[in-house]
C-alpha cells in the first residue's frame, strides 16, 4: 500500500523528508553557534589546515590568497561512546596525513583514530589500564611525513609510546613506556 500523495515511483514519506531538513537545518545553526577550538596544520599536503568547530571537523585549504574552505569536506566526529558525536579536547594529525588521532573530552583513557579519507570513527585504543592521556605527540621530529606508526601518550604519571600495531585494545608498548606507580604504605602499628 502507497498513500495516493506518495509518488509510486519514489516511495518516500515527504513528511519524513521535512523532518529530516529540518534536523539538519537546526544541526547548523548548532555548528555555526560553536567556536574554533583546535587546529592541525597539514604535514604532508602543506595547503590543508584542520579546525575543530564542536563535533566538526573542517578543512581549508591554505594558500597565497589566504584561507579557504574545503566546500567538500566537513566531518562530523562520531562514534566515542554509545556513537554519540562529541567535540574532542585534543587532536593531532598521524599517518601522512591520512589518520586524525582524537582525544575525548570525558573519556580520557581512550584514543580515537578517524580515518580522513572515510570520514569516520574507525578505531578506539587505549594506553594502560588506569591512565589517563592528556596528549598525543610525534615520536620523531619528521613521523608525520614519513608515516611512522608509533607515536606518544603524555600523562600525569608518565610517557608511553603507543604502537597501533600491537594486539588488543591497549596500544602501550611496555618496552617502551615510562610510568610512575604509587605505592599506597602501610602504618605499622608497633
Known amino acids: 500500500l502507497f498513500l495516493p500523495s506518495m509518488d509510486p515511483l519514489n516511495p518516500v514519506d515527504p513528511m519524513e523528508e521535512e523532518r529530516e531538513e529540518e534536523e539538519e537545518e537546526e544541526e547548523e545553526e548548532d555548528s555555526r553557534r560553536e567556536k574554533n577550538s583546535l587546529l592541525e596544520l597539514g604535514h604532508v599536503n602543506k595547503d590543508r589546515a584542520f579546525v575543530a568547530r564542536g563535533a566538526q571537523v573542517n578543512v581549508y585549504r591554505v594558500s597565497n590568497d589566504g584561507i579557504t574552505p574545503d566546500s ?7 562514534g566515542g561512546d554509545r556513537g554519540c558525536p562529541f567535540s574532542p579536547r585534543k587532536m593531532m594529525i598521524h599517518d601522512r596525513d591520512h589518520d586524525l588521532l582524537l582525544l575525548h573530552p570525558t573519556n580520557q583513557e581512550k584514543i580515537y583514530r578517524m580515518d580522513m ?9 587505549g594506553a594502560l589500564s588506569g591512565v589517563n592521556i592528556n596528549q598525543t605527540v610525534p615520536i620523531t621530529k619528521r613521523a608525520q611525513v614519513e608515516g611512522s606508526s608509533t607515536f606518544l601518550g603524555l600523562s600525569e604519571k608518565g610517557v608511553m609510546t603507543l604502537d597501533p600495531r600491537l594486539p588488543g585494545v591497549d596500544k602501550a608498548s611496555l618496552d617502551h613506556s615510562y610510568v610512575i606507580v604509587v605505592i599506597a604504605r602501610r602504618s605499622l602499628s608497633s
Open 117 to 125: 579519507h572515510r570520514g569516520e570513527v574507525v578505531e578506539e585504543w
Open 72 to 78: 567538500h569536506v566537513s566531518i562530523t566526529v562520531p
